[in-house]
């Protein structure tokens, strides 16, 4: 997708300035609510059940079996990008931006290298990893300067790097993954923003398309959302349709290892009623260690009724990176 179009940008918690429903939703929080309990006993929320030294969550579950069944839900061979194009006019949330420079180095001039003139370019990358198609790592998303496995912000986040839940310690996933329509659930062919669904809305659509979620499973949402990009940047960016903290806190409990939307952010905004800032990120990333994948290309598959296929994901290992830029691919 290379019509992607710069706009205003939505300012909110990561980039340090929240937009006025979030700061009145965080102005409304108060200590008693279960966020700031949890940040006063971090021990009561944020252990690994996989271990005290563990570092990449959800993806335990992940086996060689699983990845063998997955291989045995393809039947046409038929391979599906699910990443969008990104580049410098790719809509993106806070203050994030996006750059590209070519240059050739030595060539002054259009001056060829040795006898045979060899030429060459290289590219060099300039902005926030969290624009595009992307996967949210461990280490991106705290509770009160908590992260996953009860890492304390002061003891590995570094300006050069994280010290512990950095992207190049996420294995490579390979395991069934599905995708739920939800636009065909709400019946719209782009469900409007702050449109949340749980897990009445979850297992409703699971069964009218004939799938269910089961461990170890990549869940995707379709909502229609990415198809705004190019077309009304304005709206994509303002908000989103997306997963409610009740739908968050089901697909835990169905010990899935990551979940993902065509949108930039995955969960409803406005948030819902009630319900605290990015809360759905806190409920899957530092809570439980489950994987977030952004802006993913879900059309083609819903398109073909593709609702499960074998899913395979190898981000870029990056030591101490935060996020990812990806590209994962759906073979059926």
Known sequence: MNKFAKTGLVAMLAAGVLSAPA?????NQTPDQPEAQAAAQPDEWCQSKWGPDDEIGAANL???EMALEAAKLVKTGKVYSLGAETNSKTPAFGSRSWALVINQPGQAGGIGLGPTKTNYND?????YVGTGSQIDGLGHIG???VYYNCNKNSDFVQADGLTKLGVETIPNIVTRGIVLD???HFG???LEAGTAFNREEIEAQAEKQGVEIREGDVVLFHTGWLSLVGNDDARYIKGEPGLGKDGA???VGKNVVAVGADSWGLEAVPFEEGVGIFEVHQILIPRNGVFILENMDTAELVADDAWEFMFVLGQSKFTGGVQAVINPTAVR
């Open 123 to 127: 590219d060099i990358y300039m902005g």
């Open 143 to 145: 509770i009160d300067n």
């Open 249 to 251: 806190e089901y697909l």
């Open 23 to 27: 700061r009145a939703q965080q102005d």
């Open 182 to 184: 939800m636009t065909d």
């Open 188 to 190: 719209m062919d782009v």
């Open 62 to 64: 992940l086996t060689p």
